[in-house]
């Protein structure tokens, strides 16, 4: 069975600090997704990342994956206020017909003045 | 339309009552997920609807749920029955083909007296 698990669940930063979240999973999947989700929204994509050593970059936000380790990584570099939301991240099934995604529990981000 | 859309974006209803949601996905998407939020079990998979293959209905979680998907297009999340464990969001995806990045709609909160 697929699971992910995301650290840390809560995330209180300030303006102009550098963090980074992280999501591991269980099994071997070929798709992993970020997503955030604003209150009271629904959720929008960032980034997908589909082979070992993926990187994906834009604005403030990087995300990588390291396949071998099961491991993905959400770096927020000089946070800003706007970047305050939950992030997700979701993989795959690997192979067959499987297209529902398993999500992490979300990371909210709180960034503080 | 530009994005996928859900009605009603509110529903309350009384235990024991039957509800739908409707879902209208990106046109031209063959593939159309349905998952559910609540603050106790995060965002989980119930359905997933792929061209004209068998849906996966390995994520409803009891047979008081169902969903159906005419034309190849709009989609129907059905509960039976319902009880007050179903009060949730639920949100309706789609994406160009089955295991490509999923858009998601702004979701139907359900209230369950």
């Known amino acids: 069975e697929l699971k992910v698990e995301q650290n840390p669940l809560f995330l209180s930063m300030q303006e102009g600090k550098n963090y980074t979240i992280y999501c591991n999973y269980s099994t071997t999947s070929d798709r992993l997704y970020w997503y955030r989700q604003d209150p009271g929204k629904s959720l929008e994509s960032l980034f997908v990342?589909?082979?070992?050593?993926a990187v994906k970059q834009e604005g403030r936000l990087m995300a990588s994956l390291d396949t071998k380790a099961r491991l993905s990584t959400l770096h927020i570099t000089a946070a800003v206020h706007d970047l305050s939301a939950t992030y997700f991240c979701?993989?795959?099934?690997?192979?067959?017909?499987?297209?529902?995604?398993?999500f992490g529990k979300g990371t909210k981000l709180s960034v503080k003045p | 339309g530009a994005g996928v859309s859900q009605s009603p974006s509110n529903k309350v209803t009384e235990k024991g009552k039957d509800v739908e949601l409707r879902c209208d996905p990106i046109s031209g998407h063959t593939a159309l997920y349905w998952y559910r939020q609540s603050l106790g079990q995060g965002l989980e998979f119930l359905i997933y609807?792929?061209?004209?293959?068998?849906?996966?209905k390995s994520g409803l979680p009891s047979d008081r749920f169902s969903a159906e998907r005419t034309g190849g297009s709009v989609s129907t999340l059905t509960i039976q029955r319902t009880q007050q464990e179903d009060s949730a969001v639920y949100l309706c995806a789609s994406s160009l083909q089955g295991r490509e990045t999923q858009y998601f709609g702004p979701g139907t909160r359900l209230l369950v007296l």
């Open positions: 979701a993989v795959g099934g690997y192979g067959g017909s499987q297209g529902n995604l398993i």
């Open positions: 609807f792929q061209g004209n293959s068998a849906p996966d």
């Open positions: 990342l589909l082979s070992n050593g």
